[in-house]
């Protein structure tokens, strides 16, 4: 996968993913190319700071919880999050 390299303002850590490139990014935050503990990889989406307000952080923990719900062979599994951390992320 082409990932962009991390720029200086970017963590190179979230939860148990260390976070190897920036992958996309949208209107509500940055999705990076991670690797598990593992060596597994994922697609770790960040919440940006100036957006995570309580609202923000409601829908962003009820989105984790469906995400737990989902699966199937063509859909990415979910493997972990922190809508409580202080830049709340996600990992698939």
Same mark, same amino acid.
């Given at each position: 996968?082409? =990932?962009?390299?991390?720029?200086?303002?970017?963590? #190179? &850590?979230? *939860?148990?993913?260390?976070?190897? !490139?920036?992958? *996309?990014? !949208?209107?509500?935050?940055?999705?990076?190319? !991670?690797?598990?503990? *593992? !060596?597994?990889?994922? =697609? %770790?989406? %960040?919440?940006?700071?100036?957006? %995570?307000?309580?609202?923000?952080?409601?829908?962003?923990? &009820?989105?984790?919880?469906?995400?737990? #719900?989902?699966? *199937?062979?063509?859909?990415? =599994?979910?493997?972990?999050?922190?809508?409580?951390?202080? &830049?709340?992320?996600? =990992?698939?």
């Amino acid at each position: 996968m082409n =990932a962009a390299p991390l720029s200086p303002e970017d963590p #190179t &850590q979230l *939860g148990d993913f260390e976070l190897l !490139g920036r992958i *996309g990014h !949208g209107g509500m935050g940055q999705v990076y190319l !991670g690797e598990s503990q *593992g !060596g597994e990889p994922a =697609a %770790v989406k %960040v919440i940006k700071p100036s957006v %995570v307000d309580s609202e923000t952080r409601l829908r962003f923990a &009820q989105e984790v919880e469906v995400l737990k #719900t989902v699966w *199937g062979p063509r859909i990415a =599994a979910f493997m972990d999050a922190d809508p409580e951390a202080e &830049q709340p992320w996600l =990992a698939t």
